[in-house]
């Protein structure tokens, strides 16, 4: 398909070309003297290029954990910088193309140096708070089809537990998993990032366990990224029902996971369906928000997703709405509600700017008058 080898070429060249805008800005811009500016530069491309070492499996496996975890921070949090950086910098430009910034603030200059790096940090500083903070999301879901007893259900999706996601941090979403007092947990995908040897070292297994309610949960893209077998044994240790084109019972709703699309095998969803009683409540689980009229047509009562992490940070977020029909939020079609959730998690640096981190409390009941 030429469509899709243009664009795998513009995302590979793309960002060379913002790395080397940014560094050509930043020269310019800082008046310290060669050397000084050489070494700005050096770490700037040092951190680009350690990126694609970071994320190639296995890789950071070979290294002591605290440094593998700091090389991960350190690399992927410039992603980050890097997008803000080249905004800060085109906007200094086309205020300076306006008349309205002056050479002398934009060349050579201490005070812009100091403007652009102190809002390019107030930004990230933002985006991190923001990441910590966990926004609860509440959603009631009422059919005649739901168990005769109220059910309260977590959902969430891309944890991503690995050398930037700590069992210290992921321990605290556990207690405000427990504090709700759940009858079941679902995790839609991405509890592992990019490798088990973190998480198995960490004992984040031991964390699961805690968890006081059954956890069910379907692969995702990163299951894969990590082994499939290893994540299989991972959730295994952890005491995780892996749904993977699978179906079960529970508390009187069905509960279909599929695989993650990265298996170009998986099963139809209308054969997962199939194994399934068509008169209890049907949640269904997919990784990725993709081919949403399926669940329709299968009729599916809910379907809860994640992935798309809604683009973490503005202006990556207007691409996934772009890409997706549903990139963030509840959808409805039909008689089938849609949720898909930007993740408790976060991949990369902790940074979130225009979304949030977020887990769902569920409450699904039967109408008053039935």
Known sequence: MPGLKIFRIITFVLPFLALGYVMWRSWRIMPFPTGAKTVVLAMMFVLFALMPVCMFPGTLDKLPLPLGAFLYKASLS??????????????????GVLRIMPLSLRVSSMAGTAIVAGVVAA????????????????????SPKAPARPLKIVMMSDIHLGYHIRRNEFSKWVDMINGEKPDMVLIAGDIIDRS??????DDDAKEFRRISAPVFACPGNHEYYSGIDNSKEFYKLAGITMLRDTAVC???????GRDDRTNLRR???????????????????????????EAEKCGIDFEFCGHTHHGQVWPVSLITDAIYEDAYGALEKSSTKYYVSSGIGIWGGKFRIGTRSEYIVAEISRPQDS
């Open 123 to 142: 930004f990230m500083l933002a985006g991190n708070l923001n990441y910590h903070h966990k926004h609860r999301e509440k959603i009631s879901i009422t």
């Open 267 to 293: 099963k139809p969803l209308q054969a997962l369906v199939s194994e399934t009683d068509g008169n209890k409540f049907t949640i269904l689980l997919d990784h990725q928000p993709y081919s949403l009229e």
């Open 250 to 256: 529970f508390e009187g709703i069905n509960i279909i």
């Open 196 to 201: 088990v040897a973190p998480l198995l070292a």
């Open 78 to 95: 410039w992603v980050f910088v890097l997008i803000y950086l080249l905004l800060a910098f085109v906007m200094t430009d086309l205020l």
